[in-house]
């Protein structure tokens, strides 16, 4: 077999399908999906998240330069989908998936109690690229369950069943959960 030539894409698959969390400056919570985020530098701690600026929860990061990335799980599989596709001005996405939420500790961004890592992060940096702000962070904090506490004391994320998202559809441990769009499509009688 041969390989077939495409136009230039992101094609960097599977990606984790991550939760964020922002406030405004008046404390207004919101929640949306992200799936291009990833690490950035080690020492010191830095990640980064690409926002599309017609997003609604753009205008809050560019208020408050403060987010958290909250890992997802099979269990929020669904909320992870629905706060993709569904916009915080036209419903509550936190009161609608039933999200828990926790102050930040050093954000005005509160954390998702229902995720199993938390990371705190400040924006030190934005790039306008074209289609998406990339934001630059410096983690300030993370949050890990208890839950996921081996008999070492060592965090076990492989317990909290984490998805990814790859090319329309999400995934654990090799399971798809399913596609994206399936939390809002009109089920069939």
């Known amino acids: 077999m041969g390989k077939q030539s495409w136009k230039p894409g992101n ?19 919101n929640v949306f999906t992200v799936a291009w985020t990833g690490t950035v530098c080690s020492d010191p701690p830095m990640v980064s998240i690409s926002v599309r600026p017609e997003r609604y929860s753009h205008h809050m990061i560019e208020e408050t330069q403060e987010f958290v990335i909250n890992l997802t799980t099979s269990e929020l599989a669904y909320a ?19 999200l828990k939420l926790l102050p930040g500790e050093k954000v005005s961004a509160p954390l998702i109690e229902q995720s199993p890592v938390n ?29 996921y506490m081996d008999k070492k004391g060592r965090f076990s ?13 999400y995934y654990t441990l090799g399971k798809k959960l ?5 939390s809002v499509k009109k089920r069939s009688s």
């Open 80 to 98: 992870t989908d629905y706060c993709g596709v569904k916009s915080g001005k036209d419903t509550d996405k936190i009161k609608d998936m039933k």
């Open 178 to 182: 399913g596609t994206f769009g399936y």
């Open 11 to 29: 094609m960097l698959y599977p990606v984790p399908a991550v939760l964020i969390t922002v406030a405004d400056k008046q404390g207004n919570a």
């Open 157 to 169: 994320l492989e317990q909290a069943d984490p998805i990814a998202y790859s090319h329309g559809s």
């Open 119 to 147: 990371i705190e992060c400040k924006v030190t940096k934005t790039l306008r690229l074209g289609t998406h702000d990339m934001y630059l962070a410096q983690v300030v904090a993370v949050h890990a369950d208890e839950a």
